[in-house]
């Protein structure tokens, strides 16, 4: 059974507005505020679009900002001459903002390189209030496609996915979702039978074309299998199935995945 203090540290889902320390709060207004008046395009993902969608408050340590990679650079200068502490922590992904012990966190896409922030996901975002700063915030769909990948034993977002999926009514341009994730569908036909696990009673929220097109896929499939057909448990998670890539000798398509997103960008 899992130790008391742990279940604490363990995030919990809550309608209750989390408090923030004031050194916190201020950084995360100014980060956006700077954004704003410098017109760098974003969109507020993480626990402030999860909330926009269904409600649901999380006790958030960082501020989600959504960017296309080419703006990420001059976001990170503008922050520098602000005074602001930045790192490039995964030039796949991921740059922080920190300012004593607070951040704010700068994603360009996924950690397995299979999904990136395209200029549509800042211009299909949602106008919304953050910390009374008129801001866009993710749109669904792109929050959804967001969350897929985050399917490691430390940190899973299925939850939250199914939870958007109810807090929305299912009203979703899912072939939207479906144009995210591409050819890695089985992974969100893997969530919708999560949402229907948990929801039984609103499986109308999941039309029954998606249904209909993604079973088709993985009946055809599995009538059709494929004896070269690359493994892919890296991209679920590389620790898990590190066995696999180390010892079995099986591909890292994780690896392969980003390391041709970083050529892509010239090595940046």
Sequence with gaps: MMPEADERALPISSSTHPVFAPAQRALFVEVLGLFTAR??????????????????????KDLDLFLVHDD?????????????????????WLCKVRRAEFYVDLITGMSNAVITVEREWIDRAINAEVLGLPVKVLAAEELIASKLFVTRRERFDGADIVHVIHGTGGKLDWNRILYLIGEH??????????????????????????WNELLSRLRNELDHPN??????????????????????????????????????????
């Design 72 to 92: 990420v650079l001059l976001a990170l200068d503008l922050l520098a001459a602000e005074d602001f502490r930045t790192e490039v922590c995964d030039p796949v």
């Design 227 to 268: 004896p070269h057909a690359v493994f892919r448990g890296s991209l679920i998670d590389e620790m898990m199935f590190a066995i696999d890539t180390t010892e079995w000798g099986m591909a890292n398509l994780n690896e392969e995945m980003r390391s041709a997103r970083n050529r892509g960008r010239g090595g940046s």
């Design 185 to 210: 569908w089985i992974v969100l036909l893997w969530a919708l039978v999560l949402y229907q696990y948990v929801y039984p009673a609103h499986s109308e929220f999941v039309p029954r074309t998606l």
């Design 39 to 60: 017109r760098i395009p974003f969109a507020v993902s993480g626990a402030f679009a999860l909330h926009q969608h269904t409600g649901i408050w999380r006790d958030t």
